[in-house]
């Protein structure tokens, strides 16, 4: 997500998620702030989902998913080139695609060509041209990559 955007809007969803969620539990307490039980369950499970995407997208940013796919990208290029210094004089470039993709494979990612980034330039060492083969990471990183 945009930095200057996120710093914008996370704190306004913490307040909306939260105040959702008070008033939802609240009405069970018999604080009623809202008409009937339907009203508080909607208010609790609203205020639960934007916390929860919330929580995906800072936890996501702040763990890295997909940065640490941008940073093994970039150590496969490292390990390709410094394997194969030829390759990068013009001898054979599909060496270090190959080299490239095959680093990346070993370290859990996928060939995937679907992002429009990857279709601009669909070269071994873009990262968004990659998924996780795990499926939590693989959510995670491909709810981010809809954001850049």
């Known amino acids: 997500m945009n930095q200057d955007l996120a710093v914008f809007l996370v704190p306004f969803a913490l307040i909306i998620g ?8 609240l009405y069970f307490i018999n ?5 009937d039980a339907r009203y ?9 989902i ?3 995407l919330l929580e995906i997208i800072l936890y996501g940013s702040s763990v890295g ?14 390990d390709a080139e410094s394997a194969h210094p030829e390759a990068r ?13 095959g680093c990346m494979k070993e370290a ?10 990857c279709k601009e330039a669909p070269i071994a060492t873009n990262a968004f041209c990659y998924v996780p083969t795990a499926s939590f990471d693989r959510a995670i990183t491909t709810f981010q ?4």
């Open 31 to 35: 604080i009623r702030f809202l008409r």
């Open 18 to 25: 939260c105040a959702l969620l008070a008033a939802g539990g």
């Open 145 to 148: 990559m809809n954001f850049e």
């Open 50 to 52: 934007i916390i929860g």
């Open 108 to 117: 859990g990612y996928e060939w995937d060509g679907n992002h429009s980034h």
């Open 65 to 78: 998913f997909l940065k640490e796919q941008q940073l093994t990208t970039s150590q496969c290029e490292l």
């Open 89 to 101: 004089q013009g001898a054979d470039p599909a060496i270090l695609h190959r080299a490239i993709t």
């Open 40 to 48: 508080a369950i909607a208010s609790l499970a609203g205020g639960a």
